[in-house]
């Protein structure tokens, strides 16, 4: 199995064998707002293999220059770098499109026979990578025509093997994640598949592992004895805009907390894995989910929370209610919003609430993991109402911003003495600069690489989605019974600042410190 690869030099010498990228839905807004850019960044760095083709397949009838000159605008309006005539030149050499559709066989063996004749021109195995970048509703026939096209087991247990992206939403429940699954493992060995989810791409999502396992200050107190919360917060101040017709059959649920919220989550909490080997840290990740204990769903305690968004205020200017919104149905209960406080069923996490909250139209948009410190004994300052001692808080921010905070009390200069939190701040971008890759660039390199570390396996889809899956049929259920409401621009309903009360905590994330 492969090691995760770590410095830039270790990426330009690993020699990644010729490559064919194919994307499904290469007509779409993915691929052209970050799959191409990701691409051309790769190229731009050098870290593509010198044989490397690009296949945009779809079913819009498109030739190959008509396919070339999108990407280009694409690249113009996305790259995070400036595309160059000459390196454009170099790549677009390489690019091909293959109408299609998704669902018939005879299409698949003739993108087969193109693979297979560009492999001719460069005389040596090429190793394919298929990126599924369409609706979930067609990744059950594009993984069936992979797999009886023998697209699938080309070059199979060697280092060309194909390998496939599988783009989100995996699945839409327990059942529909477990079923594709089903279909994969047919067809791929679990080495060849990456469920994909950008979150783990981004820097601070990877640099948690570094940071948790690279500092000994943290790690002696990252549990139960000295953590007294941990909340992670994915806000985002947009309403659904043009997609309300996806959204409502979705929901804050389905789109951000089974798969963005919770991997941040069991990154968080997991164990330290035995190695950086990809299933060493995919088994710990796996294990955190498996100890997590149910929901309270309903009764007199409930640990989970939905609401939709009503009409308001966001950045000083009017924003409708999301029933007002493009495409959604009038009769529509699906939430815009959801919190859970969740527990970990084992020894480091014992009796700490983890709180997750997600939605659209909040105050701002923003993605924090905040974990909040045991205050330390009133026996000095404590015990003085004069003195504000407040927990320490370590706040690792994913956007915007991407950096980390640590909170600490500290005198205020002066003749009286006085408290006050103080933040020690970095901030990627100020340290780093800003030319720092997308998430997309890093996962489709380690794609690949064989690397599957940033990537969700299968039975981790599966646990999630079985945590979630009660809350999703109890509140289908209750309809708009119990949907709670919020004012567009605010942090969300009383009721999820409810969730925190009981045990004297308060949502962080949106609150000023300073
Ligand atoms: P699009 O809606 O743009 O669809 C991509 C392509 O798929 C389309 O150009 C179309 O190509 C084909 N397609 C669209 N609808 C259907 C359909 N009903 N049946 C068959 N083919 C269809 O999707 P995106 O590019 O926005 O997203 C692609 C995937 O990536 C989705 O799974 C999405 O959830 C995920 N994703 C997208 C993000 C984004 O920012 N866009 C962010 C994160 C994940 P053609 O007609 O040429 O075949």
Not at 35 to 57: E, Q, R, T, W
Not at 334 to 353: C, F, I, M, Q, S
Request: charged share 25%; proline share 5%.
């Amino acid at each position: 199995m492969i090691e995760s690869i770590h410095t830039k030099e270790d990426l330009a010498e690993r020699k990644t064998p010729p490559t064919i990228i194919v994307i499904f839905g290469a007509s779409g807004d993915l691929t052209a707002r970050k799959l191409v850019p990701a691409i051309f960044n790769l190229s731009k760095d050098n870290l593509l293999p010198n044989k490397c083709f690009l296949i945009g397949y779809g079913r819009s009838s498109m030739s190959d220059e008509v396919f070339k000159d999108e990407l280009k605008l694409a690249l113009k309006s996305f790259s995070r770098r400036e595309i160059h005539e000459l390196q454009w030149n170099q790549l677009e050499k390489n690019i091909f499109f293959h109408a299609g559709p998704y669902d018939d066989l005879s299409s698949f063996n003739k993108l087969e026979e193109k693979i297979t004749s560009l492999e001719k021109g460069i005389s040596s195995k090429a190793q394919c990578l298929f990126y599924i970048s369409t609706p979930p509703g067609v990744f059950k026939p594009i993984l069936e025509n992979l797999g009886e096209s023998g697209l699938a087991r080309r070059n199979r247990g060697t280092n060309t093997a194909s390998k496939v992206i599988i783009e989100k939403p995996f699945g839409h429940d327990l059942e529909s994640a477990h079923e594709l699954n089903l279909v994969i493992n047919k067809r791929f060995d679990e080495s060849q598949v990456f469920r994909i989810d950008h979150y783990l791409g981004k820097e601070t999502v990877q640099s948690l592992l570094v940071q948790r396992f690279a500092n000994s200050i943290f790690e002696p107190v990252w549990n139960r004895n000295y953590v007294s919360s941990v909340q992670i917060t994915v806000s985002e101040d947009l309403g659904v805009g043009t997609r309300g017709g996806y959204y409502d059959r979705s929901g804050a649920l389905r789109d951000m907390i089974q798969n963005h919220v919770m991997q941040l989550l069991a990154l968080t909490a997991m164990e330290p894995p035995s190695s950086l080997n990809p299933e060493s840290i995919r088994d710990e990740k796996v294990k955190a989910l498996k100890a997590l204990k149910p929901l309270a769903i309903y009764g007199e305690n409930p640990e989970v929370v939905r609401a939709s968004y009503a009409a308001g205020l966001v950045g000083g200017k009017p924003a409708k209610a999301y029933l007002d919104e493009e495409g959604i149905p009038e009769d529509s209960f699906t939430e815009t919003y959801a919190a859970l406080r969740l527990y970990l069923d084992n020894w480091r996490w014992k009796g700490v609430p983890f709180y997750l909250r997600s939605g659209k139209r909040l105050a701002m948009k923003a993605s924090e993991i905040v974990v909040q410190f045991t205050r330390p004994p009133a026996i000095l300052f404590g015990q003085d109402s004069r003195f504000r001692v407040s927990p320490n808080l370590l706040v690792i921010r994913i956007q915007p911003n991407e950096g980390v905070t640590l909170y600490l009390n500290s005198k205020t200069p002066g003749l009286e003495t006085k408290l006050q939190p103080i933040k020690l701040e970095f901030g990627y971008e100020t340290t780093f600069g800003s030319d720092t890759p997308e998430a997309y660039e890093r996962l489709i390199l380690d794609a690949l690489n064989g690397d599957g570390t940033l990537f969700i396996r299968g039975d981790e889809a599966e646990t999630s989605w079985g945590l979630l899956t009660p809350v999703l049929e109890h509140w289908a259920s209750q309809r708009s019974h119990g949907l709670e409401s919020y004012a567009s621009g605010t942090w969300g309903p009383l009721e999820a600042d409810k969730l925190l009360l009981e045990s004297g905590h308060e949502w962080i994330t949106g609150k000023s410190y300073d």
